[in-house]
């Protein structure tokens, strides 16, 4: 539809010259603005949402410009398949967990990650716009984060409730920030795990101050909208997902968890699989991994793990504006007092140690980062 009129709406014109009546008047108009945005009959509204959910499981929305849906946006590649998402999605009482089950079930999300004949579809249809084969999606940095603690039994499920503060690179942690000509105070987690290990949806985001771990996987920026994430694949990837603390403490409580489910070094190589990738290991890749096993045992054997020590208080160095000074305070860090840590290297075996070696390396592969 065009521009709506308040008799188009359904609200009556009132007198100008009345200022009650006039705001009573656009509030009518809002209230039944908002009523037509949902109506059956508007398509606009349920064509975007469809879009989104399916770029969220291909990567790429039917209309590959999410924000656009103007004469200046992209064109659907399946107009058809749009209108009838969306007219599935209205019929179905708005349910986004019917739009879900009706994608995931489809022929084409269960495709094949690699096409039959590659070398034609390079100049059929080189950018997979037509979907001939599923195009394989790195999880983005909630997902990946949400996944490590689901398979290591870690994950907090409940819903609603205050913001946590997940644990973040300590150094990033304590740095100063400048906010309003002062220094702000310094980012301190949640004290228990529980809080900690909540679904990324309830993480608590600080301005200024982006966890590491995170946004080096590309999460978006909150002062700014993203309608559609980047995917780039950098080396500080690599080298966060095999040595952060974040990585580290996951890769622990994974193997401490095979070892209560598991009495063998290969029982606990086939959980860590299941858990992982939902799959058995082949032959190869058991033998491959208990070998792993055997010389990363040797190793933490002869080399015993650092332990941590969380600080309860940072020095803050300033120079007095006036003067030209430096002096320094004492910032107290007050959660670190009594803080719960998660389980790490000094506080296990060699033998955990090492099996948790080999849960990082399931926790960093492709099957596991991927979606095919």
Known sequence: PGVLSGTHLGVPDT????????TTDLHGRRLALAKWIADPRNPLTARVLVNRVWQGHFGRGLVATPNNFGAKGSKPTHPGLLDWLAR?????GWSVKHLHRVIVTSETYKRSGRHADPESLATTDPNNALLSFFPPRRLSAEELRDGMLAVT????RDLGGLPVRPEINM???LQPRMIQFSLAPAYQPSRTPEERNRRSIYAYRVRGQADPFMGVLNLPNPNESCDRRETSAVTPQAFTLFNSTMTTDRAIAF???LES??????????????LAFGREPSDEERVALLGFLEKMQAYHARTPAEPVEYPTSVTRSLVEELSGKPFEYQEILPVFEKYVADTKPSEVSATTRALADVCLLLLNANEFVYVY
Do not use: K
Not at 15 to 22: F, K, Q, R
Not at 153 to 156: A, I, P, T, V, Y
């Open 261 to 274: 489910e598991a009495e063998t070094p290969a029982a606990r190589i086939d959980r860590g699989f299941q």
């Open 171 to 173: 150094e990033v942690a």
């Open 88 to 92: 599935e999605f209205v019929e179905n």
């Open 153 to 156: 039994g870690e994950l907090n």
């Open 255 to 257: 193997a401490r968890r």
């Open 15 to 22: 007198d100008p010259n009345d200022p009650y009546a006039l």
